[in-house]
């Protein structure tokens, strides 16, 4: 993921795709934080990407 886009993942109907959405991790946050947890990423650009939920 470039740098720009792990910064902006998180909001609401941020999208790469053609028709993409931009909902699902804007929505996960949400219910992540909802509960108290929180949701972080980890990415190589080019290589992939790994996304770490903890609860609350
Ligand atoms: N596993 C992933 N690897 C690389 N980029 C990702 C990944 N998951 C999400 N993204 C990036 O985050 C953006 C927002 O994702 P998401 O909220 O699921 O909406 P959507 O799938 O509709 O685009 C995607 O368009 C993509 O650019
Ligand atoms: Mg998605």
Do not use: D, N
Request: glycine residues 14%; proline residues 2%.
């Amino acid at each position: 993921m470039s740098k720009e886009g792990q910064e902006k993942v998180f909001i609401p109907f941020f999208s790469t795709k053609k028709q993409g959405s931009g909902i699902g991790l804007s929505l996960c946050k949400q219910i992540v934080l909802l509960h108290r947890g929180t949701i972080q990423l980890q990415s190589a650009e080019g290589e992939g990407t790994v996304f770490t939920l903890r609860s609350g």
